[in-house]
Antibody, heavy 124, light 107 residues
Framework: QVQLQESGPGLVKPSETLSLTCTVS????????WNWIRQPPGKGLEWIGY???????NYNPSLKSRVTMSVDTSKNQFSLKVSSVTAADTAVYYC??????????????????WGQGTLVTVSS | DIQMTQSPSSLSASVGDRVTITCRAS??????LNWYQQKPGKAPKFLIY???SLQSGVPSRFSGSGSGTDFTLTISSLQPEDFATYYC?????????FGQGTKLEIK
């Protein structure tokens, strides 16, 4: 049973860079897509992007200019950086495993394992 | 971006009730639709993929249907542990997007 755990500062100052790491245990980081998803307090879910175990990535255009993701397969970890943060970046940040499942001619994609989430507050 | 709209935003029901939550996509997403359940203070839990395929371990009282633009999540007989917020999510194209959520409350 794979488990994911986010870690990083819970408080970041405006204009600085938010940095989080997700540690994957109970399974390999290879052959999956590793996602970051956030949820502002009391609001819905927003997909930030993913990084594949090979290092290829795909970011949400709404955040693309400020987001960088990386993966360290030797440590079974992947990371998120969001630069120039504002109060609008205050949210619970989740890491999640993205699985691609092929059936016939279709390839389904879903987030089947999630970390518990970590609240990041942007405030001076 | 593909827009996902859920209705209702909130719903009150009793244990044993049958409930249906609707999710509409714009534009069409074929059957690339997933459902998640989220309880307060917890991460979302994956329930259904491909609009109607139950994830392993999910109780059979949950079912999904639909294709194209209109989808439903049905819980056939509500149990106390089912009171939560439900989200649909499209995996047709990036950026992946979620509905705004439907909060299922106890009547």
């Amino acid at each position: 049973q794979v488990q994911l755990q986010e870690s990083g500062p819970g408080l970041v100052k405006p204009s600085e860079t938010l940095s989080l790491t997700c540690t994957v245990s109970g399974g390999s980081i290879s052959t999956y897509f590793w996602n970051w998803i956030r949820q502002p307090p009391g609001k819905g879910l927003e997909w930030i992007g993913y990084i594949y175990s090979s290092g290829s990535s795909n970011y949400n255009p709404s955040l693309k200019s400020r987001v960088t993701m990386s993966v360290d397969t030797s440590k079974n970890q992947f990371s998120l950086k969001v630069s120039s943060v504002t109060a609008a970046d205050t949210a619970v940040y989740y890491c999640a495993r993205g699985t691609r499942y092929s059936s016939g001619s279709s390839v389904w994609y879903f987030f089947d394992s999630w970390g518990q989430g970590t609240l990041v507050t942007v405030s001076s | 971006d593909i827009q996902m709209t859920q209705s209702p935003s909130s719903l009150s029901a009793s244990v044993g009730d049958r409930v249906t939550i609707t999710c509409r996509a714009s534009p069409s997403i074929s059957s690339y639709l997933n459902w998640y359940q989220q309880k307060p203070g917890k991460a979302p839990k994956f329930l259904i993929y491909a609009a109607s395929s139950l994830q392993s371990g999910v109780p059979s009282r949950f079912s999904g249907s639909g294709s194209g633009t209109d989808f439903t999540l049905t819980i056939s007989s509500l149990q106390p542990e089912d009171f939560a917020t439900y989200y649909c999510q499209q995996s047709y194209s990036t950026p992946y997007t979620f509905g705004q959520g439907t909060k299922l409350e106890i009547k």
